[in-house]
């Protein structure tokens, strides 16, 4: 994080550095390629305990994102306190009832139609942990003084990604959910202004009888998704 007084440039030769052949290169690719295509976004969670351990050592993992001037501008607040869940999803609930009655308008509700939403969120309560990220819009010194951060939505947006793959490398479902407005977030988790909740993830193992809608099996095929020069 920033620190006021580490403001000198300090180079070190490269820590872990990997010398793969092409080919080991290639296997690297397809083995995490093959691994992260089998990530789906679970609905429908059992109550089957997860080690905060685990929780633990993913949040590490997301705290390894690069980040605007290396500030790290983010917080996760990781809960499976049973009356802390029950809140979460009765304050989401409320919104989501709002956004499903017509906050959302037709077009937002037709698009969401193959997905299979509505306004229960029973995973806020069923799944062992809900991870909530918050975004640093500034930071603050140990005297109160403020100093900005920089690419804030980018870098907690990173690390979010590192997480999510984290929880599934370690063989959990996950599902990113954002009720709007989020600010409840901050009274329920105690957390300050300068911080702006950007995601609620659950965090769990599969209900034996989940499904996940079949159109999250459509991706776009790589020459839709890039382009090369
Ligand atoms: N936050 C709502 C609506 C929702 C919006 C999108 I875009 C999704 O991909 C899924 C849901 C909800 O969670 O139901």
Redesign the pocket.
Known sequence: MFARDALSYDPIPLPDRLDLSDEQMLAAAQAFHDMMRKRHTVRDYSDRPVPREVIETCIRTAGTAPSGANHQPWHFAAVSDPALKQRIRDE?EE??RR??AGG?GDE?IK??EP?G???V?EHLTVAPWLIVVFAQRWGQFEDGTRYKNYYVPESVNIATGFLLAALHHAGLCTL?????PMRFLNDALNRPASEKPTMIIAVGHPAENATVPAVAKLKKPLEEISSFF
């Open positions: 989401a919104e989501e956004f499903y959302a937002w698009a969401l997905i939403t509505n306004a969120k990113t959910h954002t009720p709007n």
